[in-house]
Structures are given as C-alpha cells and as structure tokens.
C-alpha cells in the first residue's frame, strides 16, 4: 500500500469510529507498505484517558511483533498526534509519521491539544497543573540500583 | 496519607521494580490520600513502549473508578514525566502532580527524556522524526460528523 493509501485507512477509521460513538481519530501502523495494527479513539468506551488511535495503533503493534522498539514502521494518523501520542511515537521510535488534519481542525472540533502543547513548553511552576517535588534524594536510589543492573534492557 | 508518604510509596515502587527487571520508575494516582492504583515501568517486560509508570497507574485508575476523568485524583510519580505522561495526565485531567527525581536526573541515568521535550517545542519540519501531511480535505470528514453527533460524549 502507498502512504496515500495507508493514510486513506486511518482517516477511514476515524470517521467510522464517530458512527461507533468515539472520537473522530483513526491511526495505522505499518511496515514496508503493509498494515501492522490500527487502532482508533476509545477514551470513552475504555475509561482510559490514554486510548488516542496513534496509543492504540502502537500498543496492538508493539505486542503483535513482540518488540517495544518499531523503528522498522511508519506511524499514519489522521490528524496531528497530541503531546501525548508524539510521546508515545519517540519512545516507540517510529521511522516515521504521516498525518492528515491538522491540531488546529482538532481544536476547532473541540480537541484542545494546542493546549497540552503550550503547557508542556512551560516550566512546571508555570503550568496550570499544580505541580510540587519532593524526595528527591531517595528518589535517586532507583537510578542508581538501575545503573548497577548488569542484566538490564535499556530502552 | 500524607503527600510524602504517598511519593515514598512511589519511589518504593520505583526501586523494587529495578530488582525485577523493569525500569526505575514508579507511581500513584490517589485521592483524598487513599492510593486508588499504582503503576511501575513495564516497557520491556509488556513489550508496550507505552508502558511507563504514570501511564499505567493513570490506565488502572480510570478503570477502577469506571471513568476517564480523573480530576478528583492527585499523581505522584518518583521522576519528572516524560511529554508522553505528561500529556496522559493533562487528558486525565488530574488535579495535581507530585514528583522526586528530576528529567534530568533521569537523563543522568540513560533516559533522555529531554530530547523529547525538545523535539516537540519545535515545528514538525524542524524535528528529527521524518513528518509529512496528505489527505487533509479527507480527513475533516470525520470531525464534520462529530460535531453532528447529538450524543457524543465529549472528553
């Protein structure tokens, strides 16, 4: 399948899962041309807050090839990623990602990614999340526990 | 429970999870002080790049509270978020975060969530993972009927 075609899938996925009562996203993972996983919006069918299309897509993705690294697959959305799933794309190393709409139609459907966006590029004491630390020193015993780990499987 | 020994519960977490094979990391979604879930990092172990502590504790709370807002609930996490968590806790809308260790401490021990948050302040042409848009004019389709939709519940 071309990127137009695969791109074509994940929009094809959004406006059918509207007409299943969730979210207007659809995403497809795949690996040289061919479908890996889909997934579409379920936050709320799920009660979970983190099932976007591109979360899903790469979760179905990752266990059906038994890898948590899909740098070989191309990640199509239909519309931008949010913070979150542009998270979720770094640390799944996806080679790529194509998408169709963009966060502005999102927030203009009441989608307010933009949002996330702003308050991610501010510092945590300027975010409108209340936010406190504490406990750092005992903290670090894990890092330091993980760092002596000679069998460990970095990620 | 007092914040501390609610964040204390979370670096305990944190730290016997290095003992099983997982990642350093660990948190916990309460409310009124009463722990409600508790997540560890289980990236490699699930094959689930997704898999981070928050994510997981913010997943099991939503669940066992049978709803995808979590507004009521405070997070608290034994390391900064990374942008993907971060983002999962803006969508959660939880009413606070508590964390101990810095992304820079976690930086320090391999994990550099700092590109990360780097990557997504710049414009998609700017980063490092490849980005292309198609199919634009297709997909709006699936937010016109959205906005159509007399019973959706939005989120």
């Known amino acids: 399948m071309t990127h137009e075609q695969l791109l074509e899938r994940a929009i094809r996925l959004s406006i059918d899962n509207v007409a299943q009562g969730g979210g207007p996203f659809g995403a497809v993972v795949a690996r040289g041309g061919e479908i890996v996983a889909e997934g579409v919006n379920r936050v709320t069918a799920l009660h979970d807050p983190t099932a976007h299309a591109e979360v899903q897509a790469i979760r179905l993705a990752a266990q059906k090839l038994g890898r948590f690294d899909l740098s070989d697959c191309v990640l199509y959305a239909s519309c931008e990623p ?3 799933c542009l ?3 770094y640390w799944a190393r996806l080679g790529a990602l194509y998408y169709a709409a963009t966060q502005h139609d999102a927030a203009d459907a009441g989608f307010d990614d933009a949002f996330i966006y702003r308050e991610l590029a501010l510092t945590p004491a300027q975010r409108r ?3 406190a630390t504490l406990c750092r020193e005992e903290a ?4 330091r526990r993980w760092r002596e780990q000679a069998d460990r499987i970095d990620y």
């Open 140 to 143: 670090l015993e894990a890092f």
């Open 82 to 84: 949010c913070p979150m």
């Open 87 to 89: 998270g979720a794309i």
């Open 129 to 131: 999340l209340p936010t």
